[in-house]
């Protein structure tokens, strides 16, 4: 049977037998699990060992494309790829925009399956149904652009490619991949599992179609997705701002932590030093889009004055900027934030990880728990000369840089001295959001929950970042999406409160859905747009498989449950749920006063409530309070018996 | 004011183009065809496709009658012209019928070369009527003469129509005009990979055979054939021009101005029969292609009716699918330059000379460099942003000019097209 | 009947492939890359200035009907596109080469020329794209933006020269 949308094949590469494989898609579990990151979990589950190493040949990389990507749905552009993260030990996905996926669905491909490992080092083309492991001698030792640049050069600026940086190749664990120079992929340490594997790049061209079971259903149903965008009032400052119109919100509205989590960046700093004018006149030089998204949130930046001049880098919307370089690492200028920037992303340097880890160090280092003698003699403070110099060590994995970008755990465990006390982090990866100064709404609470380890934003719902703003906003989204009366009224018990936890698992939830069916977004100016039934419409327009909302819903629910499962294996329960203790301290600003951990509302919360919550959560997902696993009930209620056996069998379940 | 009598001579893409363009810019026109075949426009160009079995007959017809009542066209086809009075401004049919004229357009084409007898078996293609009899002849083993465009095309129709095929070719290579050496040797390639030999540096001297041919002999050895076929050139038809003291140039076409005006002033000539500058020497050349007859039969009715369009310049363009590559080309190899050494357009000698070449994701270029431009270029399987070169060929622009352009970020930005055009010359 | 056409404003481009979906889908039922009339072609990281969109601009003077052996390409009254007559088309290719814009394409499934055809007055792509990079622009009012859009720069350089 032929279903629109879905390409029909997983394509599996073995590194160390130099063999290919191609297999048919198995359209019923396509179904239940849709594609994209419910297929990765799948697969996942079924053919990765549970123990296996992160830099063994036998761990294995997942890459999903979902039945909607590469079609002209709107906003229909992500795919996403899973591992076992050297950087946390969890499985995890990572996903990405850019042109890889939409060229890996175009040749054929509905998942790429990579094993082994090579006996030197090599990049994957895939061209249709002409699939060759090739060899990357040349390559080896470049950076991300570099290597972009060559990979170009010998197949031609169409291919989409996937390339590894310095870093990657010295096994450095908070690192990212680069598609096309501009769409980071794998945090977590993607290139750290690639160079373990001697896999420098990947690159794609596809030139056969999608098919779409019923063009004219999709066609007017993207059509009135665009017009959402296009009649939208303030449309033309999207358009001229990009995702820097939410530079405000987090300048301003809300905040960016900093000193290691005790403090927050000055509004008034934020304006002189990062203001968008600036921005737009000085920094700036273009925009670059996701597949049929009109949101454009990876912007091309490069220094016209100044000692950087010149210097460019096409980076994923202005996180990486603002927040990271300029709170975490307080580089002090644009034009020093486009070169560190430019740094990273050329080594392949995770921006958001690894930010986190220098802003950690600089604390370590003011407490004494990391000398100069650690330091290699240089003095650590939250400046740009510090960032740069921790970099280029991590790039070479050498000295203390090489130790922090191990990520946390192994951090942790090297330096000693009663550091963990002083990392904000969940399974070994850092927060992004402080629910201190954004209030605890559903991406803030999912940073514990998430078995990924805290990372931003998989519990986006659509108010995230939108402190004060009205609750009914929440309630709305919910309905719409499809989330159930009674379960809103769990949510919503009574008027001027809303449950964060039980709300969060919903969120959690479409996130994971968008992301396997290959549609939507979890930034909020994008998903505003959407209403749930442009998915169980577009979905059944391009499949041809007839499906509801609801049905989608459950879909998701399986999904989420899968991949919560997937971590339980590993040994990961309620006692890894933890609130970060430095949450539970009050943030001392020095414009904004005193601020504390609090709800949507500004009510406090104690370490009694956000229990009290994370039972909540449990109770929502129908998983075991006490263990936060889920239940046998609830496995078998959404089709996932098999794992419920496992799960069972392994002791992790009654 | 009484219509203008235009009497074109010819029913080739340059007659019917003139004829058209005519209709489109005036109704004030009265226009008259003659042609010696009796079909309404067909596209020689696919007749090798049509030998080959992949069209049928019908599909090689451009146009229909109906649209030659559409335009108003008075059609005497089937009828000669045998002689032009310029001063009388007349000429005679061969059914000793006379028309008057204000305006004369002759598009009486080109007509294949041939040596020796016309034994049965013996071909040329050139018309609708020579494909007609080279199918009907169902022979077995063909020897073609001549692998320019033409005989490669009709060799390969041949092969598909189960023929073994052997092709002779004077020259040391084969496409003479549109490749050098290199590219030619691949496609010679391509050509033996299917079994179809090719013999270069050879000459035919001797057709054998009674009233059927048995065979060819060459210089260097002895051929058996069934069936044999000249491609070795056309030669521009213009004896008829020629008669009626029109100036007829040194490559043996007629000569037009940049208005496509003969020697004589009210007649004009397009296409075959025309010997035109090629527009990146400005020197007169034979490009017979339909592409410029098509223009070249525009232009002269726009100047017909006292316009004042100029001719840019006539293109040679090689486009040959030789088993499923495509093999193209445009202007001139380094081999035909070497032939023009004294061309004013090239100041200089060639010592200036240049070749950039390169086997590029599964193709094959190479430009021809004189002095700072680009005279030529060819194509093995490489068919994205060629028409992008060839245009900045035509433009004449200077290369170390585009080379200093594609350095410059700047510059660039402001001009996409440009860098479609880079990876022909830039390798970073 | 006033002379429109499709005008690309490169700078705004994204790279988002939206028109090329959509081409490809209302043409040939399908989403693919390969067969869209419209192509984007990226240079560097595929930022804005650095996407080529590419489209037919339907010529006044058309080399590709000049170099069609068969005569396939000829002008739609209503629309006033340069449209492909499949049924006359070999394939030969000719036109794919000769053009100067690269806006005439080889579509490999069915083994004959396509180009743009203005679906039929109200092209898709310009729906789609959502970052104002396509226009269908009757030619005077284009020549007004144009020529707006030049003002407007000359008024900047006024500003940097002499403020």
């Not at chain 1, 005790?262 to 597949?291: C, H, M, Q």
């Not at chain 2, 500058?277 to 592409?291: K, R, V």
Request: hydrophobic share 35%; net charge neutral; charged share 25%.
């Amino acid at each position: 049977m032929k279903a629109g949308g879905y390409a029909g094949q997983i394509l599996t590469i073995d590194l160390t037998k130099e063999e290919i494989k191609k297999e048919p898609l198995d359209l019923d579990m396509a179904k239940k699990f849709l594609g994209g990151f419910g297929l990765n979990c799948r697969l996942a589950w079924d053919l990765l060992d549970p123990k296996v190493d992160p830099y063994s040949p036998d761990n294995m990389i997942f890459m999903g494309m979902g039945p909607m990507l590469g079609t002209a749905a709107a906003v229909s552009s992500k795919h996403s790829v899973m591992s076992k993260w050297p950087s946390t030990g969890t499985i995890s996905p990572g996903t990405a925009g850019g042109d890889f996926g939409i060229n890996v669905k175009l040749s054929g491909y509905d998942e790429v399956v990579i094993k082994g490992k090579a006996k030197k080092p090599v990049y994957i083309k895939i061209n249709d149904d002409d699939v060759v492991i090739c060899d990357a001698s040349d390559l080896w030792g470049k950076d991300t652009y570099k290597t972009t640049d060559m990979l170009w050069e010998k197949h031609g600026r169409h291919y989409a490619v996937i390339a590894m940086g310095t870093a990657g190749e010295r096994l450095v664990n908070t690192t990212i991949c680069l598609i096309d120079k501009c769409t980071s992929w794998g945090k977590g340490g993607l290139p750290a599992i690639m160079g373990s594997k001697n896999l420098k790049a990947l690159v794609a061209c596809g030139s056969k179609g999608i098919s779409v079971a019923d063009p004219n259903r999709l066609i007017e149903r993207t059509r009135m997705i665009q017009q959402r965008f296009i009649g939208y009032p303030g449309r033309q400052k999207l358009l001229d701002l990009g995702t820097m119109d939410g530079f405000a919100s987090w300048a301003d509205i809300h905040g960016m932590s900093m000193n290691n989590w005790t403090n927050r960046f000055p509004t008034e700093e934020a304006y002189r030093l990062y203001n968008t004018d600036y921005y737009l006149e000085n920094i700036k030089a273009g925009r670059v889009s996701d597949p049929t998204c009109p949101m454009g949130c990876k912007d091309h930046v490069k220094v016209k004055k100044g000692e950087y001049t010149g210097t460019e880098a096409w980076v994923s919307s202005f996180y990486g900027r603002v927040v990271h370089m300029a709170a975490r690492c307080q580089v002090g200028s644009y034009e020093k934030n486009v070169k560190a920037q430019e740094f990273f992303q050329r080594t392949g340097l995770c921006i958001q990880s690894y930010t986190a880890l220098i802003d950690w160090a600089v604390e370590l280092y003011e407490r004494g728990i990391l000398t100069k003698k650690d330091t290699g003699g240089v003095e650590l403070k939250h400046d740009f000369e510090t960032t740069m110099y921790l970099a280029e060590q991590a790039n070479k994995h050498e000295g203390l840089g090489g130790i922090l970008s191990q990520g946390y755990k192994k951090a942790m465990q090297d330096i000693g001295g009663g550091c963990e006390k002083y990392a904000v982090q969940v399974k070994g990866m850092e927060p992004l959001y402080d629910p201190r100064i954004n209030r605890l709404s559903s991406a803030e609470f999912n940073q514990v929950v998430n078995p990924r380890g805290a990372h931003a934003p998989q519990g986006a719902s659509t108010l995230y970042m939108s402190k004060d703003a009205d609750p009914k906003g929440y309630r709305d989204w919910l309905e719409d999406r499809g989330v159930s009366p009674e379960a809103l009224k769990r949510i919503f018990p009574r008027p001027g409160y809303f449950n964060v936890a039980r709300l969060c698992s919903y969120a959690e939830d479409w996130v994971a859905f968008t992301n396997s069916v290959g549609m939507g977004c979890l930034r909020g100016r994008v998903d505003n747009f959407f209403k749930g039934e442009d998915w169980s419409e577009a979905y059944s327009a391009v499949t041809g498989f007839e499906t509801s909302l609801g049905e989608l819903r459950r879909a998701s629910r399986r999904i989420y449950n899968l991949y919560k499962a997937l971590n339980v294996r590993l040994g990961y329960s309620r006692k890894d749920d933890v609130f970060p203790e430095r949450w539970f301290e009050s943030l001392e600003t020095t414009d904004r006063g005193t601020m504390v951990l609090c709800d949507y509302f500004g009510t406090p919360l104690s370490k009694e409530d956000c229990e009290k919550l994370l039972d909540d959560y449990y109770d929502e997902r129908g998983w075991d309070i006490q263990t936060g696993i889920p239940i046998k009930k609830t496995l078998m209620e959404i089709d996932l018996e098999d794992v419920a056996r496992d799960l069972q069998k392994r002791g992790y379940i009654k | 004011m009484s219509a203008m009598k235009v009497v074109i001579i010819g029913n080739g893409i340059a007659g019917f183009s003139a004829a058209s363009t005519l209709r489109r810019l005036t109704e004030q026109c009265d226009i008259t065809m003659v042609a010696r075949e009796t079909t309404p426009l067909y596209s020689a160009c696919v007749l090798p496709d049509y030998i080959a079995g992949k069209i049928p007959r019908e599909h090689a017809f451009v146009k229909t009658e109906k649209d030659y009542k559409h335009l108003r066209i008075n059609t005497l086809f089937g009828c000669e012209v045998t002689a032009i009075d310029p001063d009388a401004r007349r000429v005679t049919l061969d059914n000793k019928k006379q028309l008057s004229f204000e305006r004369l357009i002759l598009a009486t084409g080109s007509g294949a070369m041939v040596f020796g007898e016309r034994k049965k078996g013996v071909f040329t293609l050139k018309t609708l009527q020579d494909a007609d009899a080279i199918i009907q002849h169902k022979g077995k083993k063909a020897v073609m003469i001549g692998a320019g465009a033409i005989g490669i095309e009709i060799s390969i129709a041949l092969h598909a129509q189960g023929y073994g095929v052997t092709i002779v070719e004077m020259m040391d290579q084969i496409l003479p005009l549109g490749l050098d050496q290199r590219g030619a040797d691949k496609v010679r390639g391509m050509l033996e990979e299917k079994g179809i030999k090719v013999f270069n540096g050879e000459r035919a001297i001797q057709v054998l055979g009674g009233e059927q041919v048995e065979g060819v002999v060459t210089d260097k050895r002895e051929l058996e054939c069934d069936t044999l076929i000249w491609a070795i050139g056309m030669r521009p038809q213009v004896e008829l021009a020629k008669q009626a003291g029109i100036s007829i140039g040194e490559k043996g076409g007629i000569r037009v101005n940049s208005h496509m005006e003969t020697s004589i002033s009210g007649i004009y000539a397009c296409g075959d029969c025309v010997e035109s500058n090629d527009i990146l020497t400005g020197e007169p050349y034979l490009n017979l292609f339909w592409h410029n007859a098509n223009r070249q039969g525009a232009v002269a009715a726009h100047n017909c009716l006292g316009g004042t369009k100029d001719y840019p310049g006539s293109q040679n363009i090689l486009n040959v699918d030789v088993f499923g590559n495509h093999v193209a080309g445009f202007g001139f190899t380094e081999e035909t330059l070497c032939r023009f050494r004294d061309i004013p357009a090239l100041r200089g000698s060639l010592a200036d000379l240049s070749i950039i070449e390169r086997e590029q994701n599964g193709g094959y270029y190479r430009l021809v460099v004189v002095g700072d431009r680009c005279m030529g270029g060819q194509f093995i399987n490489i068919t994205r942003d060629v028409g992008l070169l060839w245009s900045t060929m035509v433009q004449g622009r200077s290369i170390t000019g585009l080379l200093r352009m594609f350095d410059n970020e700047e510059l660039m930005c402001r001009r996409p097209w440009l860098h479609r055009v880079r990876p022909f010359f830039k390798t970073n | 009947m006033e002379e429109k056409a499709l005008v690309l404003h490169p700078e705004r481009c994204t790279g988002c492939h939206a028109c090329e979906m959509i081409c490809s889908l209302v043409h040939d039922s399908e989403c693919n890359l390969s067969l869209s009339r419209i192509g984007i072609m990226k240079t560097n990281g595929g930022g804005t200035n650095e996407n080529i969109p590419v489209v037919c601009q339907q010529c006044h003077d058309p080399i590709c009907a000049d170099v069609c052996v068969m005569g396939a390409i000829s002008r739609d009254e209503e629309t006033r596109a340069l449209v492909v007559n499949e049924d006359l088309c070999v394939g030969c290719k000719t036109c794919v080469i000769a053009c100067p814009l690269g806006g005439v394409l080889y579509h490999y499934i069915k083994g004959c020329a396509m180009k743009c055809d203005l679906c039929s007055g109200d092209s898709e792509c310009v729906k789609s794209c959502l970052y104002d990079a396509i226009e269908f622009l009757a030619m005077d009012e284009w020549g007004r933006k144009t020529r707006l859009k030049g003002a407007q720069n000359l008024g900047r350089i006024f500003e940097v020269v002499y403020k």
